[in-house]
T-cell receptor, first 113, second 110 residues
Framework: DADVTQTPRNRITKTGKRIMLECSQT?????MYWYRQDPGLGLRLIYY???????NKGEISDGYSVSRQAQAKFSLSLESAIPNQTALYFC????????????FGPGTRLLVL | GQNIDQPTEMTATEGAIVQINCTYQ??????LFWYQQHAGEAPTFLSY????GLEEKGRFSSFLSRSKGYSYLLLKELQMKDSASYLC???????????FGKGTRLSVIA
């Protein structure tokens, strides 16, 4: 079984709809992250959480919100989706010590019409 | 702030050696990472450097010079399956997420 899972893997939605992307991990890591990836722009950080009670904005948090329901779960919501939120979304996790290498989930491909 | 630069695209021949460079400017430094990403897939961890010098891992090696703000990823004995994007990422302190460069798309040709 994969250590970091994301659901759904693909999603098509319409402008104005609220959607939630979910991330779960079995690695036992405290830290979790949400990134989006667009062609030519690389990976950009949306939000991150270092434990259940900790939420931090990243570089591009406008239009997004997150919830850390448990150590193993970190959800990303688009309250009112817009077409320029069409992108590939990745969840990642890391330990809180050592190299703190980030490990990525398989990604969610989102299309907003 | 942080600025990470790497070439956009490179092409190399199967069996050859290729070096992908990464330069960075950051207010602090706590490690440099290289990831491989095949099209449409998740980035996968390749290497981590926090001290100056060369880290070797099979066909892949990564080098770091902190004073120059410079790293490279060296891929030897290139195979077609090495065609992918290679992402350089920097962490500027122990309590900050990675910041990624835009990636270098490597094409391996016969």
């Amino acid at each position: 079984d994969a250590d970091v899972t994301q659901t759904p893997r693909n999603r098509i939605t319409k402008t104005g709809k609220r959607i939630m992307l979910e991330c779960s991990q079995t690695k036992g890591h405290d830290r979790m992250y949400w990134y989006r990836q667009d062609p030519g722009l690389g990976l950009r950080l949306i939000y991150y959480s270092f434990d259940v009670k900790d939420i931090n904005k990243g570089e591009i948090s406008d239009g997004y919100s997150v919830s850390r329901q448990a150590q193993a779960k970190f959800s990303l919501s688009l309250e009112s989706a817009i077409p320029n939120q069409t992108a590939l979304y990745f969840c990642a996790t890391s330990e809180a010590s050592g190299s703190r290498t980030q490990y990525f989930g398989p990604g969610t491909r989102l299309l907003v019409l | 702030g942080q600025n990470i630069d790497q070439p956009t695209e490179m092409t190399a021949t199967e069996g050859a050696i290729v070096q992908i460079n990464c330069t960075y400017q950051t207010s602090g430094f706590n490690g440099l990472f290289w990831y491989q990403q095949h099209a449409g897939e998740a980035p996968t961890f390749l290497s981590y450097n926090v001290l100056d010098g060369l880290e070797e891992k099979g066909r892949f090696s990564s080098f770091l010079s902190r004073s120059k703000g410079y790293s490279y990823l060296l891929l030897k004995e290139l195979q077609m399956k090495d065609s992918a994007s290679y992402l350089c990422a920097v962490r500027h302190s122990g309590n900050t997420p990675l910041v990624f460069g835009k990636g270098t798309r490597l094409s391996v040709i016969a």
